[in-house]
């Protein structure tokens, strides 16, 4: 009796990927397959036509069951990449998206290389935003807060592994500004919950996965902003920016907080989808 010759990775990336059916779902199993081999993207070209082990097939078909099921894949390797970082991921954080790196963008457009400046990014989750400033502007000192604490040892790994020793990590609750301590910042950045608590996307793809703490906010999805907005006077530098990410539809309504709150300079931008992504403002001079 001959036996089944182990498939080739072409060929196991080729069947995964017609099991998936997605859009991604090339990019989706070459991830998958990767993770178990513990191995980089670059080294599948050139070993394309290697066999996969059968302990491997059997840790891959584990995965792909629960992808099938709708599990993140960043939940599934424990990885994401944003900006320029390879971020550990966890169930307690936030997946980092691409639209975000507008929002470090926008604050590295005014942040000037060459000073001290003092940073925070309020609801930091894996530490994407945090982590991604202080990589780009090692003089200044950027202080990451969150209500998790998981999520807190999660970004703090993060930093570790980054080598980012000008972050520092604190712990808050409903009151977004209690872990800056009275401090007063250059730049505030944050990426709050802002989805409305009974959206129904809530209920499907990754986000039933990801942390209904770090997604819903009230009635309006507005309420976390609310608060941001409204006391980050207190906690900026005069001429200090505020900076929020919120969802397609509500730059109307962040904008009005923001000139009721008194800021100067308040304007929404738009991602690559043209869709109101990003609303900043400057505490007045």
């Not at 302990?55 to 069951?65: G, I, S």
């Not at 060459?114 to 989750?125: E, I, S, V």
């Not at 401090?183 to 959206?199: E, G, H, M, V």
Request: aromatic share 6%.
């Amino acid at each position: 009796m001959s036996l089944q010759p182990e498939p080739t990775l072409r060929q196991v990336v080729t069947d995964a990927s017609t099991r998936l059916g997605n859009v991604d779902a090339r990019h989706e199993a070459e991830l998958l397959l990767l993770h178990v081999l513990e191995r980089p993207r670059s080294w599948l070209f050139a070993h394309a036509t290697d066999p996969l082990p059968a302990a491997e097939q059997a840790a891959l078909e584990a995965l792909l069951d629960r992808r099938l099921a709708g599990e993140p894949v960043a939940y599934l390797t424990g990885r994401r990449g944003f900006w320029t970082l390879d971020l550990e991921v966890d169930p307690a954080t936030l997946i980092p998206r691409p639209e975000t790196e507008l929002l470090v963008e926008l604050a590295l457009d005014r942040l000037p290389p060459d000073r001290a400046l003092q940073l925070a990014d309020l609801g930091t989750g894996s530490g994407a935003i945090a982590l991604a400033l202080a990589s780009e502007r090692p003089q200044a000192q950027v202080l990451a807060t969150d209500a998790s604490s998981a999520a807190l040892a999660v970004a703090a790994r993060n930093a570790a592994q980054h080598a980012l020793g000008n972050v520092r990590f604190a712990e808050g609750g409903d009151d977004w500004y209690a872990p800056l301590r009275g401090a007063r910042f250059d730049l505030i950045a944050s990426n709050p919950p802002y989805i409305a608590s009974d959206d129904p996307h809530l209920e499907q793809g990754d986000l039933r996965f990801e942390p209904a703490t770090a997604l819903a906010s009230g009635v309006d999805g507005l309420d976390d902003i609310r608060r941001i907005v409204a006391g980050g006077g207190d906690h900026l530098q005069p001429g200090g920016w505020l900076l929020i990410e919120h969802g397609w539809d509500q730059g109307d309504a962040i904008r009005a907080l923001f000139e009721q709150a008194g800021y100067s300079d308040v304007h929404t931008v738009q991602d690559l989808e043209q869709r109101d992504r990003v609303t900043l403002g400057r505490r007045p001079a």
